[in-house]
């Protein structure tokens, strides 16, 4: 039987480690031309691991970003592109809400705590990798790395729910602690703030309702996404368009309207 030119697998995890990790995903490139994949604003932290041909990232208004072994890019705010050429071959692990942090003790690869990160963890879990035989095996040897490092110290636990539905001043006084402690808190361990996370998670509300109508193969009635998802105005609603993916909610539309004619 013929292996598909491209392979991806996502592979979820089990319960008791749901929060440190979301998913991990596996891919490869078999075949004889360079693939290109945008990835869209998740607010997580990845850990990429490039097992073959190196892979790289386009960021935007950034020099390209060529990975051989190992990077750790986020909390993703913005879309990106990533090229798998010929033979490449990634493990990605996707970080659940301050799961990065937890583990490695930095919310970010850019976090100012970042030289307290033992990297020969990476280099050492990066060449485990490559000794097993099957996406199946290297997610466990994920899980058992998740389980060694886990840190089980009685900590403030995060939920971006909260963030979401409560007031800062709110779950302050539920937590008993100050709003200006809390705001700290969330930044130092998700590297970003609640505002941040409250205008992420209104801008995927609405990318939720354009794609129900597409779905549906109504028009995007703009004015009532706009309502319902608390947007001052369709100004406000473009500037976070242009904000997370680079591009209007025309290019928006026209984009997916491809991707669902070429299914």
Same mark, same amino acid.
């Given at each position: 039987?013929?292996?598909?030119?491209?392979?991806?697998?996502?592979?979820?995890?089990?319960?008791?480690?749901?929060?440190?990790?979301? !998913?991990? /995903?596996?891919?490869?490139?078999?075949?004889?031309?360079?693939?290109? #994949?945008? =990835?869209?604003? @998740?607010?997580?932290?990845?850990?990429?691991?490039?097992?073959?041909?190196?892979? @790289?990232?386009?960021? !935007?208004? %950034?020099?390209?970003?060529?990975?051989?072994?190992?990077?750790?890019?986020?909390?993703?705010?913005?879309?990106?592109?990533?090229?798998?050429?010929?033979?490449?071959?990634?493990?990605?692990?996707? #970080?659940?809400?301050?799961?990065? &942090?937890?583990?490695?003790?930095?919310?970010?690869?850019?976090?100012? &705590? =970042?030289?307290?990160?033992?990297?020969?963890? #990476?280099?050492?879990?990066?060449?485990?990798?490559?000794?097993?035989? @099957?996406?199946?095996?290297?997610?466990?040897?994920?899980?058992?790395?998740?389980?060694? /490092?886990?840190?089980?110290?009685?900590?403030?636990?995060?939920?971006?729910?909260?963030?979401?539905?409560?007031?800062?001043?709110?779950?302050?006084?539920?937590?008993?602690?100050?709003?200006?402690?809390?705001?700290?808190?969330?930044?130092?361990?998700?590297?970003?703030?609640?505002?941040?996370?409250?205008? /992420?998670?209104? =801008?995927?509300?609405?990318?939720?309702?354009? %794609?129900?109508?597409?779905?549906? %193969?109504?028009?995007?009635?703009?004015?009532?996404?706009? #309502?319902?998802?608390?947007?001052?105005?369709?100004? !406000?609603?473009?500037?976070?368009?242009? &904000?997370?993916?680079?591009?209007?909610?025309?290019?928006?539309?026209?984009?997916?309207?491809?991707?669902?004619?070429?299914?």
């Amino acid at each position: 039987m013929t292996k598909p030119p491209y392979q991806g697998e996502r592979m979820e995890v089990p319960s008791e480690l749901q929060g440190i990790y979301t !998913h991990f /995903y596996f891919a490869q490139n078999d075949s004889d031309q360079v693939l290109e #994949f945008t =990835f869209v604003p @998740s607010f997580q932290v990845m850990l990429i691991f490039s097992l073959g041909t190196p892979i @790289s990232l386009v960021i !935007h208004d %950034q020099p390209e970003v060529v990975i051989e072994r190992y990077f750790i890019i986020g909390p993703v705010k913005q879309a990106f592109n990533y090229r798998l050429p010929p033979g490449a071959k990634v493990v990605v692990v996707n #970080f659940a809400n301050d799961g990065f &942090h937890r583990l490695f003790g930095a919310a970010t690869a850019q976090s100012s &705590h =970042f030289e307290q990160l033992d990297e020969d963890c #990476f280099s050492a879990i990066h060449h485990a990798l490559q000794q097993q035989d @099957s996406a199946a095996q290297q997610r466990d040897l994920l899980l058992a790395v998740g389980k060694d /490092y886990l840190q089980s110290s009685a900590r403030l636990e995060l939920d971006t729910q909260e963030m979401v539905h409560q007031t800062v001043h709110e779950q302050a006084q539920l937590k008993g602690k100050h709003a200006r402690t809390l705001q700290m808190h969330y930044k130092n361990r998700l590297g970003y703030s609640v505002k941040e996370y409250t205008r /992420y998670h209104r =801008f995927m509300q609405m990318i939720t309702l354009v %794609q129900e109508s597409l779905a549906s %193969q109504r028009e995007v009635d703009w004015a009532d996404v706009v #309502f319902t998802c608390g947007y001052y105005d369709q100004s !406000h609603l473009i500037r976070d368009f242009k &904000h997370y993916l680079m591009m209007s909610p025309s290019q928006y539309l026209k984009l997916s309207q491809q991707m669902c004619t070429s299914r």
